[in-house]
C-alpha cells in the first residue's frame, strides 16, 4: 500500500488499454465514450485484484474531482456514480477517499443519480439499476456512519429513494432500495428524528393515497427493520403523546394515523405506545379523546385484530368510552360497534351492555347509530347479533324521535325479509327472528300517522312484496296470517279497514267534484278535503295539497279518470301500479325536481292503491285454501299445523270480504265457500257463512246455480246448526234473497211449534234462530213473537230453574262447561231484546215489562226464582246478560225514555260485579255503545265507579274507555258543528251531572259525613275529572265548576223531598268542586255560557235560594292536593285495542235528553278551537290507540287514580328491555266464594290469607287472574260484530287482582209482571243491616297511614316499579308496555 500510495502522490492517471485522458478538452460524446470503458474495467475488477487496484487509484480520486461530480450532462454523470459504486466495491472495506467532505460529496452525488430509477422506459435505466443494486449489495452507505453529517446523507438518501419509487418497477428494485435503506438502520447507531420522519410520512392517509409504491416501501422498510426502530418510534409518540412535544416533528398532527397504520404493520413496534393510549383514553380534552376513540376504533375493529384480546386493559378502557360525556366520543363507538361485530363475535358480550345504554342515550343521532350499527352486522349474518342485541332494534321502534323508529323499523322489516322470506339463514334463523313480522304490526297501533304509514309501507314491500307473482304474493300472505299473533292480525284488519275507508273517502271526493258548486258544495268538499287529511303525514301542510288536488280532479279529466280506476272496487293490481305510474308522471315537473305536493299525492295513492287483493288474488288465496284443505299444502313446511292453517286463511277471506267484497264475485270462489260450509270445523264454516253474508249481495242474480245449492245448506244451519252458525245464516238470506218472506216462514214456522223446555240441549239453536229472526223481520211474525215471550221464554223458561247447578266456589266457568238450561236462559234473554229491537216501540208496555223482568234478574243476583238451585257461575251468566241486555235497549231512543233512574243505577252497578269476567264483558259493551254514540251520555258516567274496582287492569282499562270516548267526542264535535243543538247529549263535560248523580245513589254512600266514603267518591270523581280537566279546552274547568255550582241550586230528580239524598248531593258537589279548584288555576274565569243539567236527574233550580254552604268535614281537606292534571295519554296499558268502528253515523236523537234550559250551551263552540286536530280521529278506529304507559304498571296504594293513572306524554314511546309476551293463566282462587259484604262490588281491602299480597308490595297479589273468556262472542249482537268483524273486542287478561266480595243475597226475588215502582227496590248493593267490621287493608297498611304517605308513594313509585317489573309479563300486545328508568327514556 506503501507503493500504491507513492503512485497516488505523483499525480499521474493510468487509465484502462485503449482509454485516453479524460478531461474537459474533448467533446460530450467522447468523454461518454471513454467513461463507458472505464465502468467497464471497474465493473470487471474484483477485490481481490491488488495490482489493479494500485493501478487505478490516481483514476478513481480523478473520478470524485468536482469537474465529474458537478457535470452538466446526465450521462457522464451516471458512467461516473457507476465508476464510483464500483471503486467502493472495489476498496471495500477501506475507501480511497479519506476527506468526511469529499465521502459526503460523493454519496450526495450518487443519491443524485438514483433519482433516475423514476423513469423505467429510460434507456439509461439499466445502468440506474446498478447504481441501485451496487451500493445496496456492499452498503456502501455504511461508510458515512462516522461522518458527521451522515443524517443528511441518509435522509437525503430515502427521501430520493421515496421519491423514485413507483408502480413501474419490478420486485428487484423494490428490494435491493429495502435493502439499502434497512442496512443503515439496522447498522447505525441511531436513527434520527428527521431520518424517521422521511420514512413514517408515506404512511399518513395523504401521502399513502398518492404514492401507493412509497406506502409500501415503507411498509416493507418497517417490518424488516421493526426490532431496530422500535425504540425510535416509542420515543417519538412519548415525546408527542406524554409530553406533548409537538415540535419535535412536522408529523406530531398525525400521530394517531401513524400509530393505526404501524399497528397494521407490525403489532411489535407499538409494544410501549399502546399504554400511552390508555392514558389518553382519560384525557380532559374533548378533541383528543375523540381522536384516540377513532384510532382505536380502527385497530379493535379490524378484520384479523387481536387487540382487544392482547390487551385487555385497553379494551376495557376503550369501552369506558361509551359512556363518555361528549356526544361526538360516544357517536364513534357505536359507529365502530357494527365493525366489530362483524369481525369479532367474540366480542359482542362485551359491547352488548354497552350497547343497551346507547339505546336509551339522550342524543338522538347516537340511539339512531345503535340501530344502524345492529342492523349492519344483522344483514351480514344473523349469528352476529345476539336475541339481546336485537331487542334493543326493537325497543326503539317506540322512540320519541320519528328518525329513530324510522330507523328501527326498516331495519327489522330488511333483516325479516331476507331470513324469513329469502330464507337465507335457514328455518333456525327464521324461527329465530319469527317475532319482527308481529311487532312491526303491532305498531299500527301507535297513535303516529308517520308510524302507520311506515308499516303500511314495510307490510307492501317486505312482509308481503306486492311486486311478487299473484300466486306466490296470496301464498305468502296466507301463511303469514296463520302465523300472527292475535294482536297482529287485528293490526292488519284495522289497517285494511283504514285503507278502505281512505279509498271510500277519495271516492267520495270524486263524485262530489262533478256536481256543480255551490255554498253546499264547498262545505262537502271542505269537510271531505279534512277527513282526508287527518289520514296523511303533517296535517297541517296536507291540508293545503288536498285541497290542491280537489282543484286539480276538477280541472283534468284525465286525472280524476284514473283516480276513479285506482278506488274502483274492480280495479285489479296490476291496473292500480298503471294508475299510480300516470298519476304521478302527469302531476310531476322537471323543473321542479323537490315537489312537496306530489309527495303527499304519492302517499295518498299509496294508502288507497289496492297492491295485494284483487278478483285474480281472491281466487289465488281460494285455491291455496283448498291445498290445505285437500292436504296437498306445504303447511308443514312452512311450520303451521293444517287445522290452524285453515282456520286462518278463512278468517283472512272473512276480513278482506269486508273490504273487498267484489273481488268475490266469481263462481269458483262461492263454490270453494260452500265446500267449507260442509266442514266439521265450526270456526270454519262460520267464516264462510259471513263471507256469503259480506260478498254475496248479488249472488242470486248472478250465481243462481250457487243459490239453489246454498239455500238448503243455510236453511239447514238456522234449524239445527250451532248457534253462531244459525244466526249468521239467518243473516245470509236477509242479505242474499229477495223472496225473504217465505225462507223465514218456512224455518220459523216448524221452530216456533216445537219448542220444548224439556230439552234444554236443543233450546240454544231454535232460541238464537228465533231472537235474529225477531230482529230482521218482527213485523212478519208480530203475533206469534209476542206469545212466544209471554208464554215459553219468561214464564216456562227464565220463572223455572229444573236443573240444579253445579255447587262450586268458583263465580265463572268457561263456556263448555255452562249448563244447558242456563245457555237457553241467555238466550231467551236476548231473544226478548232483539225482538225488541226490531219492533222499535212500547206500545204493548212489553218494552216496560221486558225492563222489570232484567233488573229482577239483577236484583236477584241473578237467581230470578231464588230457590237457590242455580250455581254460582249460572247466576253471573245472566246477571251479565241482563246488563247487557239493558245496554242494547238503551241504544234505542224509544227504550231508552223508559229507563227509570232506579233501573239505570242497577245496571251500572254490574261494572263492580263481585265476578271479575262479569266487570270485564259488562265494561267492553258499554264502551262499544258509547264509542258509537249509540249509547246516551249518563252511561258514560258508569266508568267512574271503576275506581274502586281492586284489579289494576280493570281500572286501566277503564280509564282508557273514559280517554276514548271523551277524545272521539270532542273530535266528532269538532267535525260536526251543525250538532251544537244536541250538545247536552254529546260534549263529554256534561257527563259531570250524571257522574254526581249517580255517585249519590251509589249504596256504597251511606253515611254522608263519612270520611272513609267520601274518599271513594273523592277518586271515583277524580277518575272522570282528571280526563276531562287534562285539556283545558274553551275554558273547559270554569264550565265544570259553573255546572257544579248550578247542581247545588238544585235539588234531586228522582227524590226532591228526600232531605239526606239531597245532602249527599251536595256533599258530592262539594267533593267536584274541591277537586277542580285544586287542580286547576283557571276554574274562576267566567264560563263562556250557562251549563245545562238534565231535567230527569236534577229539579229546576230555585233562584230564590242561594246554596253556598260547604258541606264537606273540615278533614276532607287534606285530601286535595294542589296540581295541574297530567295530559292524558291514549290509549295504554291494556291488551284491547279499543274500537271505535268508523260509523259514527248515528241517530242524534237517541242521545236526547229532556233538559230544563236550552240545550245550546257549548263553552264556546269547538270548531274554533286552535292547533291541531286531536289524534283520536272519528274517521279511524283502533288505528288511534297509542302504546302508552298507564297506571298499570305502577304500584297502587290507597290514592288511586290520582296518583297511579298518569304520565309524563314524553314518556310516550318507550318500551321497557325485558318485555315479555307470556300469556298469563288464571286461578281459580280468584272467584272463591265471596266474603258477605256490600252490593257484589269487589273489596279493595280484604282477601283471602292465601292471596294476600305481601308486605313491601303495596298491595299486589300473586294470585293469577282469571282466564279471558270469549263472553263477548255469547254477548255479540250480529250489527256489533258487522262493524267490529276485523277488531274481535277482547280484553287483556288480568294481572293477579283480588278475589271479589260476595254480593248480599237478597231474600226474595221480584215477579216478572210486577212493577218496580209499586214495591221497595231491594238493591243489590244494599249495605247488610249489621255491617261488617272494618278490615285491614292489604298490605298491613291502615287507611290512616295510606293517607299520610300518599305524597311519598308518588314519589317512590318508581323504584317499586323496577321491583315490580320482574313480576310482569307482556300480553302479548303491541299497546302493553312498562315505563321505564329515566336513561330508558331516551
Known amino acids: 500500500m506503501a507503493h500504491s500510495k507513492n503512485r497516488a502522490t505523483d499525480g499521474k492517471i493510468t487509465y484502462p488499454p485503449g482509454v485516453k485522458e479524460i478531461s474537459d478538452k474533448i467533446s460530450k460524446e467522447e468523454m461518454v465514450r471513454r467513461l463507458k470503458m472505464v465502468v467497464k474495467t471497474f465493473m470487471d475488477m474484483d477485490q481481490d485484484s491488488e495490482e489493479e487496484k494500485e493501478l487505478y487509484l490516481n483514476l478513481a480520486l480523478h473520478l470524485a474531482s468536482d469537474f465529474f461530480l458537478k457535470h452538466p450532462d446526465k450521462d457522464v454523470r451516471l458512467l461516473v456514480a457507476c465508476c464510483l459504486a464500483d471503486i467502493f466495491r ?41 447504481l441501485l443494486e451496487n451500493i445496496a449489495w456492499v452498503k456502501s452507505y455504511n461508510i458515512c456512519f462516522e461522518l458527521e453529517d451522515s443524517n443528511e446523507i441518509f435522509t437525503q438518501l430515502y427521501r430520493t429513494l421515496f421519491q423514485v419509487i413507483n408502480n413501474g418497477h419490478n420486485q428487484k428494485v423494490h428490494m435491493h432500495m429495502v435493502d439499502l435503506m434497512s442496512s443503515i438502520i439496522c447498522e447505525g447507531d441511531s436513527v434520527s428524528q428527521e431520518l424517521l420522519d422521511t420514512v413514517l410520512v408515506n404512511l399518513v392517509p395523504a401521502h399513502k393515497n398518492l404514492n401507493k409504491q412509497a406506502y409500501d416501501l415503507a411498509k416493507a422498510l418497517l417490518k424488516r427493520t421493526a426490532q431496530a426502530i422500535e425504540p425510535y418510534i416509542t420515543n417519538f409518540f412519548n415525546q ?21 397504520e404501524l399497528y397494521n404493520i407490525d403489532s411489535h413496534l407499538l409494544l410501549s405506545v399502546l399504554p400511552q393510549l390508555e392514558f389518553k383514553l382519560k384525557s380532559n380534552d374533548n378533541d383528543e379523546r375523540l381522536q384516540v376513540v377513532k384510532l382505536l376504533a380502527k385497530m379493535f375493529g379490524a378484520k384479523d385484530s387481536e387487540l382487544a384480546t392482547q390487551n385487555k386493559p385497553l379494551w376495557q378502557c376503550y369501552l369506558g368510552r361509551f359512556n363518555d360525556i361528549h356526544v361526538p366520543i360516544r357517536l364513534e363507538c357505536v359507529k365502530f360497534a357494527s365493525h366489530c361485530l362483524m369481525n369479532h363475535p367474540d366480542l359482542a358480550k362485551d359491547l352488548t351492555e354497552y350497547l343497551k345504554v346507547r339505546s336509551h342515550d339522550p342524543e338522538e343521532a347516537i340511539r339512531h347509530d345503535v340501530i344502524v350499527s345492529i342492523v349492519t352486522a344483522c344483514k351480514k349474518d344473523l349469528s352476529l347479533v345476539n336475541d339481546q342485541l336485537l331487542n334493543f332494534v326493537r325497543e ?66 317486505y312482509m308481503v312484496p306486492h311486486n311478487l307473482e299473484t300466486t306466490e304474493r296470496m301464498k305468502c300472505l296466507y301463511y303469514l296470517y296463520a302465523t300472527l299473533d292475535q294482536n297482529a292480525v287485528k293490526a292488519l284488519n284495522e289497517m285494511w279497514k283504514c285503507q278502505n275507508m281512505l279509498r271510500h273517502n277519495v271516492k267520495d271526493l270524486l263524485d262530489l267534484v262533478k256536481q256543480p258548486k255551490s255554498e253546499s258544495y264547498n262545505k262537502a268538499v271542505f269537510s271531505k278535503v279534512m277527513v282526508i287529511t287527518r289520514n296523511l303525514p303533517d296535517p297541517g301542510k296536507a291540508q293545503d295539497f ?50 312537496p305536493f306530489l309527495e303527499m299525492v304519492k302517499f295518498l295513492l299509496e294508502r288507497i292503491a289496492p297492491v295485494h287483493i284483487d278478483t285474480e288474488s281472491i281466487s289465488a288465496l281460494i285455491k291455496q285454501v283448498n291445498k290445505s284443505i285437500e292436504g296437498t299444502a306445504d303447511d308443514e313446511d312452512e311450520g303451521v299445523p293444517t287445522e290452524q292453517a285453515i282456520r286462518a286463511g278463512l278468517e283472512l277471506l272473512k276480513v278482506l270480504s269486508f273490504t273487498h267484497p267484489v273481488s268475490f264475485h266469481s263462481a269458483e270462489t262461492f263454490e270453494s265457500l260452500l265446500g267449507c260450509l260442509k266442514m266439521d270445523d265450526e270456526k270454519v264454516a262460520e267464516a264462510a257463512l259471513q263471507i256469503f253474508k259480506n260478498t254475496g249481495g248479488k249472488l242470486e242474480e248472478s250465481f243462481p246455480h250457487i243459490k239453489s245449492v246454498l239455500l238448503p245448506v243455510l236453511q239447514h244451519k238456522a234449524k239445527k246448526g250451532p248457534p253462531r252458525q244459525a244466526k249468521y245464516a239467518i243473516h245470509c238470506i236477509h242479505a242474499m234473497f229477495s223472496n225473504r218472506d217465505t225462507h223465514f216462514a218456512q224455518i220459523f214456522e216448524p221452530l216456533h211449534k216445537t219448542l220444548d223446555s224439556d230439552n234444554m240441549e236443543a233450546l240454544t239453536t231454535p232460541l238464537t234462530t228465533l231472537g235474529h229472526l225477531a230482529m230482521l223481520a218482527p213485523e212478519q211474525f208480530a203475533g206469534p213473537l209476542k206469545s212466544l215471550v209471554a208464554n215459553f221464554i219468561v214464564k216456562d223458561l227464565l220463572m223455572n230453574d229444573r236443573t240444579p247447578g253445579k255447587k262450586t266456589t268458583k263465580l265463572w266457568v268457561p263456556d263448555d262447561e255452562v249448563s244447558p238450561e242456563t245457555l237457553a236462559k241467555i238466550q231467551g234473554i236476548k231473544l226478548m ?138 273530535e266528532y264535535l269538532k267535525q260536526h258543528a251543525a250538532v251544537s243543538e244536541k250538545l247536552i247529549s254529546l260534549l263529554p263535560e256534561y257527563v259531570v251531572p250524571y257522574a254526581i248523580h249517580l255517585l249519590v245513589h251509589d249504596p256504597d254512600y251511606v253515611k254522608v259525613q263519612d270520611l272513609e266514603q267520601l274518599k271513594d267518591i273523592k277518586e271515583s270523581l277524580w277518575f272522570v275529572l282528571e280526563i276531562l280537566m287534562a285539556k283545558n279546552e274553551n275554558n273547559s274547568h270554569a264550565f265544570i265548576r259553573k255546572m257544579v255550582e248550578n247542581i247545588k241550586q238544585t235539588k234531586d230528580g228522582q227524590a226532591p223531598d228526600d232531605a239526606k239524598i239531597n245532602e249527599k248531593l251536595y256533599t258530592v258537589c262539594d267533593v267536584a268542586m274541591n277537586i277542580v279548584i285544586s287542580k286547576s288555576t283557571t276554574y274562576s274565569l267566567e264560563s263562556p255560557k250557562d251549563p245545562v243539567l238534565p231535567a230527569r236527574y236534577f229539579t229546576q233550580p230555585d233562584k230564590n235560594f242561594s246554596n253556598t254552604k260547604n258541606y264537606l268535614p273540615p278533614e276532607m281537606k287534606s285530601f286535595f292536593t294542589p296540581g295541574k292534571p297530567k295530559a292524558a295519554n291514549v290509549l295504554g296499558a291494556v291488551n284491547k285495542p279499543l274500537s271505535a268502528t268508523g260509523k259514527l253515523q248515528t241517530k242524534l236523537s237517541r242521545m236526547e235528553t229532556n233538559s230544563n234550559a236550552s240545550s245550546n250551551s257549548n263553552p264556546s263552540s269547538p270548531g274554533r278551537s286552535k292547533g291541531r286536530l286531536d289524534n283520536t280521529e272519528v274517521d279511524q278506529s283502533e288505528n288511534e290507540d297509542i302504546t302508552t304507559k298507564t297506571d298499570m304498571d305502577k304500584p297502587r296504594g290507597r290514592k288511586k287514580a290520582a296518583n297511579t293513572s298518569m304520565e309524563e306524554p314524553e314518556e310516550s314511546w318507550t318500551e321497557d328491555s325485558s318485555l315479555a309476551e307470556a300469556t298469563m293463566e288464571m286461578e281459580d282462587e280468584q272467584n272463591s266464594p265471596p266474603k258477605k259484604g256490600r252490593r257484589g262490588r269487589p273489596p279493595k281491602s280484604a282477601a283471602p290469607k292465601e292471596d294476600t299480597a305481601p308486605k313491601g308490595r303495596r298491595g299486589r297479589k300473586k294470585a293469577a287472574p282469571p282466564p279471558e273468556e270469549d263472553v263477548e262472542e255469547d254477548q255479540e249482537e250480529e250489527e256489533e260484530e258487522d262493524e267490529d268483524a276485523s277488531s274481535e273486542n277482547t280484553e287483556v287478561k288480568a294481572k293477579p287482582g283480588r278475589p271479589g266480595r260476595g254480593r248480599r243475597a237478597v231474600s226474595r226475588a221480584e215477579e216478572a209482571d210486577e212493577a218496580v215502582e209499586s214495591t221497595p227496590q231491594k238493591r243489590r248493593g244494599r249495605p247488610p243491616k249489621n255491617p261488617p267490621p272494618a278490615k285491614k287493608p292489604v298490605g298491613g297498611r291502615s287507611r290512616a297511614s295510606n293517607q299520610e304517605s300518599d305524597e311519598e308513594a308518588e314519589t317512590s313509585q318508581e323504584n317499586v316499579e323496577e321491583e315490580e317489573q320482574e313480576d310482569k309479563s307482556q300480553n302479548s300486545s303491541p299497546k302493553v308496555r312498562r315505563k321505564t328508568t329515566r336513561r330508558d327514556r331516551r
Open 90 to 130: 472495489i476498496y471495500a472495506p477501506e475507501a480511497p477517499y479519506t476527506s468526511p467532505d469529499k465521502l459526503k460529496d460523493i454519496f450526495m452525488f450518487i443519491t443524485r443519480q438514483l433519482k433516475g430509477l423514476e423513469d423505467t422506459k429510460s434507456a439509461q435505466f439499466n445502468r440506474y439499476f446498478y
Open 240 to 260: 408527542v403523546l406524554m409530553l406533548g412535544k409537538t415540535s419535535v416533528s412536522d408529523l406530531s398532527e398525525h400521530v394517531f394515523d401513524l400509530i393505526l
Open 396 to 461: 326503539r321502534t317506540l322512540d320519541k324521535r320519528w328518525r329513530v323508529r324510522k330507523e328501527a323499523m326498516m331495519g327489522l322489516a330488511q333483516i325479516y325479509k331476507k331470513y324469513c322470506l329469502q330464507g337465507e339463514g335457514g328455518k333456525e334463523a327464521a324461527k329465530q327472528i319469527s317475532w319482527i313480522k308481529d311487532k312491526l304490526l303491532h305498531i299500527y297501533y301507535q297513535n303516529s300517522i308517520d308510524d302507520r304509514l311506515l308499516v303500511e309501507r314495510i307490510f307492501a314491500q
Open 546 to 595: 288536498v285541497k290542491k288536488l280537489a282543484q286539480v280532479l276538477e280541472e283534468d279529466e284525465k286525472i280524476r279518470k284514473q283516480l276513479e280506476t285506482l278506488v274502483s272496487p274492480a280495479c285489479s293490481c296490476k291496473q292500480a301500479e298503471g294508475c299510480v305510474r300516470d298519476i304521478t308522471k302527469k302531476l310531476s315537473s322537471p323543473k321542479q325536481p323537490s315537489n
Open 833 to 970: 231484546v232483539r225482538w225488541l229491537l226490531g219492533v222499535k216501540n212500547n206500545q204493548s208496555k212489553s218494552g216496560t215489562s221486558t225492563l222489570r223482568m232484567l233488573t229482577a234478574i239483577l236484583n236477584s243476583d241473578g237467581d230470578l226464582t231464588e230457590q237457590g238451585k242455580m250455581g254460582k257461575p249460572d247466576m253471573s251468566r245472566l246477571r251479565l246478560a241482563a246488563g247487557c241486555a239493558i245496554l242494547r235497549l238503551a241504544q234505542e231512543p224509544c227504550y231508552h225514555e223508559i229507563i227509570t233512574l232506579e233501573q239505570y243505577q242497577l245496571c251500572a252497578l254490574v261494572i263492580n260485579d263481585e265476578c271479575y269476567q262479569v266487570r270485564q264483558a259488562f265494561a267492553q259493551k258499554l264502551h262499544k255503545g258509547l264509542c258509537r254514540l249509540r249509547l246516551p251520555l249518563e252511561y258514560l258516567a258508569v266508568f267512574s265507579l271503576c275506581a274502586k274496582d281492586p284489579v289494576k287492569e280493570r281500572r286501566a282499562h277503564a280509564r282508557q274507555c273514559l280517554v276514548k270516548n271523551i277524545n272521539l267526542r270532542r
